[in-house]
């Protein structure tokens, strides 16, 4: 499997390759032991959640909205009861012990309580009186999203192979594998006690390894890219360690943070904050590093005469224009992901200073600053280990078809005086005698004749 499922990369001389299978092999079997010591072995952690309520399907059949009574304890002006909605829902149950039959339920109400209406797709929960083991009620819980995101998911599939053909179906391949890692080894690795840190590490290594190779195929660029995107993780590591202990960040900047911290007390939420820095930073390494790797080969590739310097310089033009854009989009990325929070920041009347230094956002601002940074490390490592790579496979290797030898350069010297030199008359089209020419004209002779085509032949 080649680089391109479209057109196969040049292979490597043996040389390199031997060189790049004995570094990326060792790193690889690392992993994978450091992921078998690492792995849990306990099952799923034991929470004390509660009791997991039954929820079955249900389907709307009919909503009956009435005014609520007045909430005869809320003091006036404060929301209570009578601000609804109030009435009754009738659903017909579709699985468990009560298919078929219909029951009643209240209207939902409070915040995020779902709006239903007739037909809609529900969640119902039956609730047990403790009290009386004998007597239950049903609620609605929250909408059916099964349909739609399946649909959504066919199509999102749909697209990327109708688009990107085998490389696409080797990217879904590759999505898929990572989050088999996440689900399988990252997320209960961290809930069963392990150090997040490493446990993120170890798993973002071997998704890279994963999906780089499933997606871009085993070859000397892929592996050029692979060695970039794991030393811009060890260094987004070791930033994200110094950041966030010289800024004293304790992990519980979020509400989501402080709420697994009441389930799972011996999960290290300092830790977790620098896992999910690590984790969010390696799909846009990736991005980049692979960016790299191939325009080092396309410009080697279309232009034989580059030296590695020049190979470096051109690559590294084409990485700044990546990171510019990149950059904005990591920032955008964090922050769409925290807009409650930042909404919530901008009605607080604390002064901007105290703001921008607080848990919640300083946690954000970390996060953008560490990615970023591992980001523009990216560039000039993978660009500089792809030059390398593609100027050693170069060396003593003869011109062939696939491999076309440099193009002569033209003397400048003979160049410019050419241009200088007075220009001679043209052959008479109106006579027989080939020898006999027109004189010159500043007109024609200055400007191509303007009916002629300026298409380049192919």
Do not use: K
Request: proline residues 9%; glycine residues 8%.
């Amino acid at each position: 499997m080649g680089s391109d499922h479209t057109r196969s990369a040049p292979s490597a001389p043996p040389r390199v390759r031997r060189i790049l299978i004995a570094t990326v092999v060792p790193l690889f079997v690392a992993t994978v032991l450091a992921a078998v010591v690492l792995w849990p072995r306990d099952g799923s952690p034991q929470t004390d959640g509660g009791a997991n309520v039954p929820r079955y399907h249900g389907t709307v059949t009919r909503v009956v909205t009435e005014p609520c009574p007045p909430a005869a304890s809320s003091p006036e002006g404060t929301p209570g009861v009578g601000d609804g909605p109030c009435g009754t829902v009738d659903v017909r149950v579709n699985d468990g012990p009560d298919s078929g039959q219909q029951i009643q339920t209240p209207v939902p109400a409070g915040p995020g309580a779902p709006r239903v209406e007739v037909d809609d797709e529900v969640i119902l929960v039956e609730l047990t009186d403790p009290t009386d083991p004998t007597a239950s009620s049903w609620n609605i819980a929250e909408h059916q999203r099964g349909a739609p995101l399946l649909w959504l998911a066919v199509i999102f599939a749909a697209a990327i192979v109708a688009f990107g053909r085998w490389r696409g179906l080797a990217a879904l391949a590759g999505l898929a594998a990572s989050f088999a890692i996440l689900l399988t080894f990252v997320l209960p690795g961290i809930g069963a006690g392990r150090s997040p840190l490493l446990v993120a590490v170890v798993g973002a290594a071997l998704i890279m390894f994963v999906v780089l190779y499933l997606t871009h195929g085993v070859s000397a660029q892929t592996s050029v890219a692979v060695l970039g995107t794991l030393g811009s993780l060890v260094l987004t590591g070791v930033l994200a360690t110094i950041v966030t202990a010289a800024t004293h960040l304790t992990g519980f900047g979020s509400e989501d943070a402080t709420t697994l911290s009441m389930f799972q007390a011996d999960v290290d939420l300092h830790g977790l904050l620098l896992a999910g820095i690590i984790i969010g930073s390696l799909g846009v390494l990736d991005d980049v590093t692979v960016t790299q790797a191939a325009t080092v080969t396309e410009l080697a590739n279309a232009n034989p005469g580059l030296t590695r310097l020049q190979l470096y310089r051109a690559a590294t033009r084409v990485g700044r224009a990546h990171i510019a854009s990149t950059v904005n989009t990591i920032v955008l990325a964090y922050a769409g992901a925290s807009l409650p929070l930042l909404l919530l920041l901008t009605a607080d009347s604390r002064p901007l200073g105290q703001i921008l230094t607080s848990e919640f956002l300083a946690q954000e601002i970390v996060r953008s600053a560490v990615a970023t940074l591992g980001l523009i490390a990216a560039v000039p490592l993978t660009t500089g280990l792809a030059a390398m790579v593609t100027a050693a496979g170069r060396q003593g290797a003869t011109p062939t078809a696939a491999t076309p030898a440099p193009r002569p350069q033209p003397d400048r010297a003979e160049a410019l005086a050419a241009l200088s030199s007075p220009r001679t008359g043209r052959p008479d089209p109106t006579s027989s005698d080939p020898a006999r020419t027109t004189p010159p004209s500043p007109a024609t002779d200055r400007w191509p004749d303007p009916n002629r085509s300026t298409d380049t032949a192919w």
